[in-house]
């Protein structure tokens, strides 16, 4: 079983990249921040709760998010493993993945992936995204600045926890998204 964990400030390509490697290592994708989009679409109770958080720049409580998660595990169940994007965003989240992993599985994860990207070219890209996106989060320059604070305050410290286990990776994010599929690749074989 391969879990990968995709890491980094928003905009980073996480999501990008996801789709490619899904494809490369039978092994699916699960963004947090495509399970609340969609339940906002859906507008569940769930949906209308991370929205509030989401609309402005801010991280969805953690235990909202982790139940969320394990729900969508349980109903897609794959012995290959999973990519996880956007997940995990806090320590506690971090420690709590770590159990899920344990508990359901056996397993643990087995590679983090950091991609490095400057702050201005962040706020850039996802100004470019707002203006097909339609997310109300990638419109407005003050909540993407705001949601790359969240990411210093409370995301940045997770590198800490994956470092200790030795699963720590980091990988240059500007680039070609061929090159940065290439390298990431690279850093997944050789854990492989
Ligand atoms: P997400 O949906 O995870 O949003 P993101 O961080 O913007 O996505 P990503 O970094 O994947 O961006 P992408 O690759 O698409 O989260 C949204 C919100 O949901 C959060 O703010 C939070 O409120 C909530 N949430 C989600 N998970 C949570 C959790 N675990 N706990 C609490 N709250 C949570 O790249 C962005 C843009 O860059 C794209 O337009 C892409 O085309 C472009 N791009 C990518 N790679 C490029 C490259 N190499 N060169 C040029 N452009 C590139």
Known sequence: MLNIVLFGPPGCGKGTQAQFLEEKYQTPQISTGDLFRF???QETELGQLAKTFMDNGQLVPDEVTTNMLCEHLDNHPNPHGYIFDGYPRTTTQAQKL?????????????I??????????????LLERGK????????????????????????AAVAEHYKAQGKWVEIDGVGTIEDITAKLCAAINDVL
Do not use: C, F, H, M
């Open 39 to 41: 339940n906002l679409k």
């Open 98 to 110: 770590d159990v899920i992993l344990a508990e359901k599985y056996n397993k643990e994860v087995s």
């Open 112 to 125: 983090t992936v950091a991609l490095v990207v400057d702050d201005e070219l962040l706020v850039q890209r």
């Open 132 to 155: 097909t996106s339609g997310r109300a989060d990638d419109v407005d320059e003050s909540i993407i600045r705001n949601r790359i604070k969240e990411y210093y305050a409370k995301t």
